[in-house]
């Protein structure tokens, strides 16, 4: 892509004429570890996009500062390079935050919402964000990939990096070594620093686009709590609750609530027009965020 690099990006046609979505992952992940459960079912509905963000996987590599707006950015390119029009935004995690950004610095570009295990402030504790924050930059001159889940604290570890049930599916197999390997270390560690500071609780409420919280339920790193905040502050959103933890992704139960909330968000962002959807959250939003 002239002016911005090189992108590794999925692309499942889907049916003829089908809404598209464009599925963004999570930290320390890759399109295909992410959403390797998912491509079929959802590309049975929808044209689906995955791709590498920027120092994960396949993705850029840049000497420019890990940045969420940078990745909200190049979705939104590889979009208007690929011809995809709009599309429904699905993210996960840290790809809920890029997926707000996408809204908000490239509204045009997306249909509606659906906010995958994450939430619009992703530590919530002050305690927890500074601790994160130092680690972070502590670790940004390391040289392996190997050495950060060591290096974290055992609290942090468990709440932030997949848990052993994922380690056993995924972390263990060549297939999910060979795509970790191509993450680029100091980026990924910038990105862990990006989430802890990410705080967009003063400008969800002014989401107007269909929304859906796929919540779950038994996470350790984005506590149901949080995720209930944020579902309570979009005036759009609609719950899909899954019994499992963070990396429910990686699990075969998964597909169904992210197939059933994909539907209802394409099938409202088709039936509600754009204007219509603006006027009725302006009415409903605090005086603050009018």
């Known amino acids: ?18 809404a598209t979505l464009v599925l963004i992952h999570g930290w320390l992940a890759t399109s295909g570890l992410n959403w390797f459960r998912v491509f079929e079912p959802l590309s049975r509905h929808f044209r689906v996009i995955a791709p590498d963000l920027r120092g994960h996987g396949r993705g850029l590599k840049s000497w420019r500062r890990f940045r969420l707006e940078d990745c909200a950015d190049d979705v939104a390119a590889i979009l208007r390079r690929l011809a995809a029009g709009s599309a429904v935004v699905v993210g996960y995690s840290m790809g809920g935050p890029i997926a707000q950004l996408m809204w908000r610095r490239h509204s045009p570009l997306v249909d509606g919402l659906v906010l995958c295990a994450t939430s619009d402030k992703l530590t919530p504790g002050r305690t927890e964000r500074l601790a994160l924050s130092s680690i972070a930059m502590a670790l940004a001159g390391t040289t392996r990939l190997g050495s950060i889940p060591a290096a974290l604290p ?24 060979s795509e970790m390997r191509g993450h680029h270390v100091r980026m990924v560690i910038e990105a862990g620093y990006a989430i802890s500071q990410y705080d967009a609780t003063g400008w969800t409420p002014s989401i107007e686009v269909p929304t859906a919280v796929v919540m ?12 209930r905040q944020m579902a309570g502050r979009i005036p759009t959103a609609r719950v899909f609750p899954v019994a499992d933890g963070h990396v429910t ?8 609530p992210l197939l059933a909330a994909c539907l209802d968000v394409a099938s409202r962002a088709e039936s509600a027009p754009r204007a219509a959807r603006r006027a009725q959250t302006q009415s409903a939003a605090p005086p603050s965020m009018r």
């Open 154 to 177: 055992r609290w942090l570890a468990r709440r932030v990096l997949p848990t052993e049930r994922a380690d056993s599916q995924l972390g263990r197999s060549r297939w999910a070594a």
């Open 1 to 18: 892509m002239p002016g911005r690099g090189s992108f590794f990006v999925r692309d499942a046609p889907g049916p003829p004429g089908a």
């Open 249 to 256: 992704c990686s699990s075969e139960k998964f597909a169904q």
């Open 216 to 227: 779950t339920l038994h996470d350790r790193a984005v506590l149901e709590r949080s995720q």
